[in-house]
């Protein structure tokens, strides 16, 4: 059942607590660390785009359109809606002649509360490019266009894209197709669900140059190299995913799903991190992940500092006074 891991602290009281469970296992499938139940299946959400974007870029999307690494890590983003974020849309919707009428993502208000402050200022509304989920829909458009196939029907599960997308998570995760559960992600697409010790041994096999005797290796590559070179492309300014890797992308590559789901590979150890928080509340992941990384000796504790409002959060009333902070409270076993 899930454990404690991350305390709410207003004065000296604990006010709210944080439970989940955490899968951290090698390229092996060998469990290093479990807390809770590591055989938890729980929805990948938006934690799946890397395994997503591989799907299209076996479909030589790069090489045909002449895709760049900042593009890649949109097709893999949530990104926030600012202005980079939608010049490089622009740039790759031209690239692979694609309009926004064909993507099916939906429409919602830039993440980033300063571009959705612009954009009002404007007098405009929100368009499909401002959904996190564009980029990623862009490549799969791209992606079947390659393949011949209806453009229309991209998002249903059964279009050859989704198809090689299922089948992709099924190797990466070493899980049967027939075990996996499906479900609608908020953005129309499929996704899927897994044991949470699985999740993690997707993200392990990501960094393993030599998962599947290198079937995915270029696809791998793009990938890791573009979230880690282009960190602010796979969220944005102020965000989780993006400092971790703008900080630490030398050594790890990470992605946040919605429903507190966060998923992180150690690059040159082959080894994943899979985390699910139980009440799905965001607040704990930054915490939780932080403090992984520092109790494995990937990041250290002086390091963890540049991240301090990630790691240990202050809880901040309406007039900026700092009244409590959030902490994590757990030990890895």
Same mark, same amino acid.
């Given at each position: 059942?899930?454990?404690?891991?991350?305390?709410?602290?207003?004065?000296?009281?604990?006010?709210?607590?944080?439970?989940?469970?955490?899968?951290?296992?090698?390229?092996?499938?060998?469990?290093?660390?479990?807390?809770?139940?590591?055989?938890?299946?729980?929805?990948?959400?938006?934690?799946?785009?890397? &395994?997503? #974007?591989?799907?299209? $870029?076996?479909?030589?999307? !790069?090489?045909? =359109?002449? +895709?760049?690494?900042?593009? *890649?890590?949109?097709?893999?983003?949530?990104?926030?809606?600012?202005?980079?974020?939608?010049?490089?849309?622009?740039?790759?919707?031209?690239?692979?002649?694609?309009?926004?009428?064909?993507?099916?993502?939906?429409?919602?208000?830039?993440?980033?509360?300063?571009?959705?402050?612009?954009?009002?200022?404007?007098?405009?509304?929100?368009?499909?490019?401002?959904?996190?989920?564009?980029?990623?829909?862009?490549? &799969?458009? #791209?992606?079947?266009? $390659?393949?011949?196939?209806? !453009?229309?029907? =991209?998002? +249903?599960?059964?279009?050859? *894209?989704?198809?090689?997308?299922?089948?992709?998570?099924?190797?990466?995760?070493?899980?049967?197709?027939?075990?996996?559960?499906?479900?609608?992600?908020?953005?129309?697409?499929?996704?899927?669900?897994?044991?949470?010790?699985?999740?993690?041994?997707?993200?392990?096999?990501?960094?393993?140059?030599?998962?599947?005797?290198?079937?995915?290796?270029?696809?791998?590559?793009?990938?890791?190299?573009?979230?880690?070179?282009?960190?602010?492309?796979?969220?944005?300014?102020?965000?989780?995913?993006?400092?971790?890797?703008?900080?630490?992308?030398?050594?790890?590559?990470?992605?946040?799903?919605?429903?507190?789901?966060?998923?992180?590979?150690?690059?040159?150890?082959?080894?994943?991190?899979?985390?699910?928080?139980?009440?799905?509340?965001?607040?704990?992941?930054?915490?939780?992940?932080?403090?992984?990384?520092?109790?494995?000796?990937?990041?250290?504790?002086?390091?963890?500092?540049?991240?301090?409002?990630?790691?240990?959060?202050?809880?901040?009333?309406?007039?900026?006074?700092?009244?409590?902070?959030?902490?994590?409270?757990?030990?890895?076993?």
């Amino acid at each position: 059942m899930p454990v404690k891991l991350v305390e709410v602290i207003r004065g000296n009281t604990v006010e709210s607590i944080h439970k989940g469970d955490v899968a951290i296992v090698n390229s092996k499938g060998e469990i290093i660390h479990e807390l809770g139940n590591a055989g938890r299946v729980a929805f990948f959400r938006s934690a799946g785009k890397p &395994l997503q #974007a591989i799907a299209a $870029l076996e479909t030589g999307i !790069v090489e045909e =359109y002449g +895709l760049g690494l900042n593009e *890649i890590a949109i097709m893999v983003s949530s990104h926030s809606g600012e202005q980079e974020h939608i010049r490089t849309i622009k740039g790759m919707m031209e690239k692979t002649g694609i309009n926004e009428d064909m993507l099916k993502c939906g429409v919602h208000e830039p993440v980033n509360r300063e571009a959705a402050r612009q954009l009002a200022l404007a007098g405009e509304s929100p368009t499909r490019l401002h959904c996190n989920c564009s980029g990623k829909h862009i490549g &799969l458009i #791209a992606a079947s266009k $390659l393949k011949n196939a209806d !453009v229309q029907g =991209y998002h +249903l599960e059964s279009h050859p *894209i989704q198809k090689d997308i299922k089948n992709i998570i099924s190797e990466f995760c070493n899980v049967d197709l027939e075990e996996m559960e499906t479900g609608i992600d908020g953005c129309s697409l499929p996704i899927y669900a897994v044991p949470l010790k699985n999740m993690a041994l997707s993200y392990a096999n990501l960094c393993d140059a030599e998962f599947n005797k290198g079937k995915y290796s270029k696809s791998q590559n793009y990938v890791i190299s573009a979230m880690t070179m282009y960190p602010e492309m796979v969220a944005g300014k102020g965000r989780l995913d993006t400092e971790i890797m703008r900080n630490f992308g030398d050594r790890v590559i990470s992605k946040m799903g919605a429903e507190g789901i966060y998923c992180a590979g150690i690059i040159g150890k082959n080894i994943g991190i899979a985390i699910k928080i139980d009440d799905g509340n965001s607040r704990a992941v930054g915490p939780a992940i932080i403090d992984i990384l520092i109790q494995m000796k990937i990041i250290d504790k002086s390091e963890a500092e540049a991240l301090i409002n990630f790691w240990k959060p202050p809880v901040v009333n309406h007039n900026k006074v700092t009244v409590g902070k959030i902490r994590p409270v757990f030990k890895l076993k």
